[in-house]
């Protein structure tokens, strides 16, 4: 799993913004409108990084109807790999 975090972060062109939306989530869980409008990012867009991050089992959607993303269990094991001592994505 942590190889697969490091490419989907690092590894890729869209691992800036997969990041900026992991600390978005991080800090509030929110659907795709609340992601876009709060990172000033195309919904579309939104979309296709939370598409990865969900195939790649880093974050996960709400069983509810309102399509809440959050991180994925286990997520927070790899967060040393980005962040600082906290456990804190930069």
Do not use: C
Not at 23 to 50: C, F, K, M, N, Y
Not at 56 to 66: A, G, L, Q, Y
């Amino acid at each position: 799993m942590k190889a697969v975090f490091n490419y989907v972060l690092t590894g890729t062109r869209g691992g800036p913004n997969r990041v900026r939306i992991l600390r978005a989530i991080e800090a509030q869980p929110r659907d795709v409108d609340g992601l876009s409008e709060s990172l000033d990012l195309d919904h579309t867009t939104v979309r296709h990084h939370l598409d990865v991050l969900t195939e790649n089992r880093i974050v996960e959607r709400s069983d509810n109807d309102d399509a809440i993303y959050l991180l994925a269990d286990g997520t927070n094991r790899y967060w040393d790999v980005f962040g600082n001592n906290d456990g804190h994505i930069y």
